[in-house]
């Protein structure tokens, strides 16, 4: 019998992936040609999951929909040996509904003496690290413990998804397609190892922009694929987003959600407000001239840095604060929408603004195979199993960094 992973006639033929990771890979193929006895102890299975921000991105590249954009960048990377490639979609629906409910929780524990709100959003890895390693407290507390998408996706892969596949985490090598070099940092963190048998959840991060020059510079021949899912030989066949306007719209699911839990009120669509600047937005509600809920987006640095001094001061009005480290959001990312001298490309960014609004938005409780998560692989929505996989704790600046840590 032929082997199913290898090309080349030797089976552990070994190819340098990324050099911040200084990681090596089996690669996966189709078959020995001389009919050697294959040694699978060599193999590892190659998994890809694709940031929703980075497809905008590919579709404005390629003049393709964000479906085929999604499809192409499929097949191309299949072509490569790829044997999985997967959303990053639903890991973000974790990130969100868990959010939601430390939102509620936090909401209601408040109180002068033991102050636990604003709450401020724990996906961005940028800002994350900067909190950690510049700000520590009294910032730090106000942090989400929700893990961030891509620490979810990890553990969804390396412990959900291998126990379906019958595989040791360690015999997965899982790469994140990304908009921005940040999640690279994140990658290293400590944090990232699942609980299942010490294995990183994301071995490897591959910018858009990285990827695209990978895309540009193939002579191979690429033929369209559908996205992979979790469960078996279902597919992806379309494309969805949740409700931001270039992020995965923290703000506005968990406001909707703290309405209606705290307040009994259904917000239909959210209205923002431009304050100091365009990466500077307010939402509240409002009842009898009471305000109920004062959320706020803080994109780039210098409103963190806003936000940051005022919640020192003691003056911060806000109950929650959607904060990215980038201006413009996720789309902005500089792994992708950037021109060769390092500026931002106005022009192909309105073009990914434009095509990521069309794609539809879907809430994440909605989602069945969420649920069906919840129950299968974390015992339900309020076991311990959602603490460990779900959630995190922050280090202070005094933590020792990784010696491949950027210094702040």
């Known amino acids: 019998m032929k082997c199913e992973h290898c090309t080349r006639k030797e089976c552990s033929k070994k ?11 089996d690669v996966p193929s189709p078959a020995h040609e001389n009919g050697e006895k294959c040694d699978t102890s060599k193999h590892k299975v190659l998994a890809v999951s694709v940031c929703p921000q980075s497809l905008p991105y590919f579709a404005a590249k390629f003049s393709l929909s964000v479906t085929d954009a999604s499809r192409r960048l499929c097949g191309f990377l299949k072509s490569l040996g790829v044997h999985y490639v997967f959303d990053t979609t639903i890991a973000a629906d974790f990130s969100i509904l868990e959010s939601q409910k430390e939102f509620v929780r936090r909401f209601r524990q408040h109180n002068e003496e033991e102050p636990t709100l604003p709450m401020l959003t724990s996906a961005c890895p940028g800002w994350v690290r900067y909190a950690e390693r510049v700000l520590g407290h009294p910032v730090t507390p106000h942090l989400c413990t929700a893990k961030s998408p891509q620490q979810i996706m990890g553990s969804l892969v390396k412990d959900y998804f291998a126990r379906r596949q019958n595989l040791s985490p360690d015999k997965i090598f899982h790469v994140i397609v990304a908009p921005c070099y940040d999640k690279k940092l994140e990658a290293l963190q400590e944090d990232v190892l699942t609980a299942s048998r010490g294995s990183r959840g994301t071995d490897c991060v591959l910018t858009s922009g990285e990827i695209t020059q990978m895309m540009e510079q193939s002579d191979l021949s690429v033929r369209d694929a559908a996205l992979d899912t979790l469960f078996g030989d279902m ?3 379309e494309v969805r987003r949740h409700d931001g306007a270039s992020s995965d719209g923290y703000l506005a699911h968990i406001f909707r959600h703290a309405a209606k839990e705290l307040f009994n009120e259904d917000v239909g669509e959210v209205t923002y407000r431009t304050l100091r600047n365009k990466d500077f937005q307010e939402v509240t509600l409002e009842k009898s001239g009471e305000v109920l809920l004062r959320f706020a987006a803080a994109y780039g640095f210098r409103n963190i840095q806003n936000v940051v001094l005022k919640l020192k001061k003691g003056k911060f009005p806000y109950h929650f604060v959607e904060v990215l480290a980038c201006a413009g959001g996720c789309l902005n990312g500089r792994g992708q929408a950037q021109t060769e001298d390092g500026c931002v490309d106005k022009a192909l ?8 609004t069309d794609i539809p938005v879907r809430l994440p409780e909605t989602s069945s195979h969420v649920q069906e998560l919840y129950q299968e692989w974390l015992d339900g929505t309020d076991s311990p199993r959602v603490q460990e996989a779900l959630h995190t704790a922050y280090q202070g600046p005094g933590h020792p960094a990784n010696s491949r840590d950027i210094k702040w």
């Open 349 to 356: 960014l309105q073009k990914m603004k434009g095509i990521y």
């Open 235 to 237: 597919k992806e066949e």
């Open 15 to 25: 190819t340098k992936t990324d050099d911040q990771e200084n990681a090596s890979v």
